[in-house]
């Protein structure tokens, strides 16, 4: 996973770790070992970040460089 993603898109969302870590229902310290990597994050939290930020899971764990998420058409 590409840890460096969670932190950036974090921040260019102006937001803090707190903010993520309440949408995730964890607490701050769990939020950040997840951004440093001494974590894994469990894949029903990267579905909730995937959602809020309107992205794919692919990008948050750094499969693909393209933020935009998929077309609802190709889930189907």
Request: cysteine-free; overall charge neutral.
């Amino acid at each position: 996973m590409k840890v460096e993603r969670l932190r950036e898109i974090r921040e260019d969302h102006d937001l803090y770790q707190k903010d993520i870590a309440k949408i995730l229902n964890t607490t701050q310290q769990y939020y950040s070992e997840y951004e440093l990597g001494l974590r894994i994050i469990p894949l029903e939290k990267i579905n909730i970040l995937a959602d809020y930020y309107h992205t794919s899971i692919d990008y948050l764990v750094g499969r693909t460089d393209e933020r935009k998420p998929y077309p609802k058409s190709i889930l189907k």
